[in-house]
């Protein structure tokens, strides 16, 4: 079974009015064509997402299937919710290359310093989690300000020049 894009649109809008979901602008620059400029959904309830996806109100040691873009979707929507009641305008985005390389969130500023926010899952990190950072970081420039790798551990630990790895309950500290 298909659907016709107009339909496909007319739903988006359909739980984009009812504050069901959201969109996330693409972040991108004239200066790099291979960037993807599609932007993503989240939903407003991540418990909504939740329920959907019949995930299980405890788990034992394992998390269930799709915890990760779960959490990737309360961070983001809390973030957001954050930002709407800030003095100063932040701008949110997310960034994607057609190759794959991502980051969760970007913020932006009206001087245009960027703080990019990765979203993971884990008690541990690795290099490998800064990835998409790193990535955004030598496009951004000079723009870059701070790129943070939210996650489930206890500790803030440095990975190199305004990187950082930070717990996820700094969201609310």
């Given amino acids: ?31 790099d064509k291979r960037l993807a400029k599609s932007p993503k959904f989240y939903f407003v309830d991540s418990g909504l997402l939740s329920h959907l996806l019949r995930l299980p109100l405890t788990w ?8 990760g873009q779960v959490l990737e979707n309360f961070v983001v929507s809390e973030a957001l919710k954050q930002c709407s009641w800030q003095k ?20 932006q500023n009206r001087h245009g310093h960027l703080v990019e926010i990765e979203v993971k899952a884990s008690s541990t990190l690795s290099r490998k989690d800064f990835k998409g950072l790193l ?17 489930t551990g206890d500790t803030v630990i440095p990975f190199g020049e305004k990187l950082w790895g930070v717990p996820l309950q700094a969201l609310w500290e």
């Avoid at 034992?60 to 915890?67: A, D, K, L, N």
């Avoid at 100063?88 to 913020?107: A, M, N, P, W, Y």
């Avoid at 990535?135 to 996650?151: D, H, M, P, Q, T």
């Fill in 135 to 151: 990535a955004f970081k030598e496009i951004a420039k000079e723009n870059f300000y701070s790129g943070l790798v939210l996650y």
């Fill in 60 to 67: 034992g040691i394992t998390p269930p299937p799709y915890f």
């Fill in 88 to 107: 100063k305008r932040v701008d949110t985005f997310h960034f994607r290359t057609q190759s794959g390389t991502e980051v969760d969130l970007i913020l």
């Fill in 1 to 31: 079974m298909s659907l016709a894009q107009s339909s496909i649109k007319r739903y988006i809008h359909l739980l984009q009015s009812g504050f069901i979901i959201f969109k996330l602008k693409p972040w991108f620059s004239n200066i």
